[in-house]
């Protein structure tokens, strides 16, 4: 894959959750590309070092990955710590890290919508709350992920639907309250990308063909359609852009 060159990423410390696989990994190797210094956690070993193999063989330059549970707030700090210190300030944090899993609404246990959330918007804020010295110092950039199914309000992860709202007023607030110091937050909002989890768990030919009926653009969405996206929030071609919400999931209505 060639991405565009934005060359003031060269050098800079980016920080991933959930970069292991599918989308995140894109993200890994997006920055990488950029000649940034890249770390990222995930909860997968063999893929996340397989990612790591990739990115070195195409670009010279190796991630550190560091094996983290995002619900594990002291865990996630001590990886961006280890970024620090092998990299310097992180000045891109990209919370990626997110599971949607499905589930209904009566059989839905109070430890289960918790464990949701743990996962899928807690985070957002403390890595947030983690790199926030750093942040401030390099005047960086912060890409949430959200969800287009939070916009079209799609049944079946209600849990998983409303972190991906929450992550929005989150953001918004974090721009606002930041934004005196140079620091940015934006959401990136993702429609249905084909990787290898929901192709293994839910992607069908009619469910499929049913989200490019939906779709403006009929085509399926890549993790690099999403990476282009991130590189763009993250570099200073979107230098006046914060608290906003950039959505890419070729039309979908």
Same mark, same amino acid.
């Given at each position: 894959?060639?991405?565009?060159?934005?060359?003031?990423?060269?050098?800079?410390?980016?920080?991933?959750?959930?970069?292991?696989?599918?989308?995140?990994?894109?993200?890994?190797?997006?920055?990488?590309?950029?000649?940034?210094?890249?770390?990222?956690?995930?909860?997968?070993?063999?893929?996340?070092?397989?990612?790591?193999?990739?990115?070195?063989?195409?670009?010279?330059?190796?991630?550190?990955?560091?094996?983290?549970?995002?619900?594990?707030?002291?865990?996630?700090?001590?990886?961006?710590?280890?970024?620090?210190?092998?990299?310097?300030?992180?000045?891109?944090?990209?919370?990626?890290?997110?599971?949607?899993?499905?589930?209904?609404? @009566?059989?839905?246990?109070?430890?289960?919508?918790?464990?949701?959330?743990?996962?899928?918007?807690?985070?957002?804020?403390?890595?947030?709350?983690?790199?926030?010295?750093?942040?401030?110092?390099?005047?960086?950039?912060?890409?949430?992920?959200?969800?287009?199914?939070?916009?079209?309000?799609?049944?079946?992860?209600?849990?998983?639907?409303?972190?991906?709202?929450?992550?929005?007023?989150?953001?918004?607030?974090?721009?606002?309250?930041?934004?005196?110091?140079?620091?940015?937050?934006?959401?990136?909002?993702?429609?249905?990308?084909?990787?290898?989890?929901?192709?293994?768990?839910?992607?069908?030919?009619?469910?499929?063909?049913?989200?490019?009926?939906?779709?403006?653009?009929?085509?399926?969405?890549?993790?690099?359609?999403?990476?282009?996206?991130?590189?763009?929030?993250?570099? @200073?071609?979107?230098?006046?852009?914060?608290?906003?919400?950039?959505?890419? @999931?070729?039309?979908?209505?």
């Amino acid at each position: 894959m060639t991405y565009p060159s934005y060359a003031d990423l060269s050098g800079k410390t980016v920080f991933v959750t959930g970069g292991g696989s599918g989308i995140g990994a894109a993200f890994v190797a997006a920055f990488a590309a950029q000649g940034a210094n890249v770390a990222f956690v995930s909860l997968s070993e063999e893929p996340a070092h397989a990612v790591c193999d990739g990115v070195e063989q195409n670009t010279g330059m190796r991630p550190l990955f560091v094996p983290c549970d995002v619900r594990d707030g002291e865990a996630v700090n001590a990886a961006i710590q280890q970024a620090r210190e092998t990299y310097g300030p992180v000045s891109v944090l990209i919370n990626n890290a997110a599971r949607d899993d499905r589930h209904t609404i @009566d059989d839905y246990s109070v430890e289960a919508w918790d464990n949701s959330l743990a996962t899928n918007l807690r985070p957002h804020f403390f890595t947030v709350q983690s790199c926030l010295d750093d942040l401030k110092a390099t005047r960086g950039s912060i890409i949430n992920l959200g969800s287009n199914s939070a916009i079209l309000g799609l049944a079946g992860y209600a849990s998983y639907v409303t972190a991906k709202a929450g992550i929005v007023g989150l953001t918004k607030a974090l721009a606002r309250e930041l934004g005196p110091d140079g620091v940015r937050a934006n959401v990136l909002v993702p429609g249905w990308v084909l990787t290898e989890r929901q192709k293994t768990l839910w992607a069908t030919p009619e469910t499929i063909e049913q989200c490019l009926h939906e779709q403006s653009l009929k085509r399926t969405i890549s993790e690099e359609d999403i990476a282009n996206a991130a590189l763009f929030l993250a570099s @200073d071609a979107s230098a006046m852009m914060t608290g906003q919400s950039l959505i890419v @999931d070729g039309g979908r209505v």
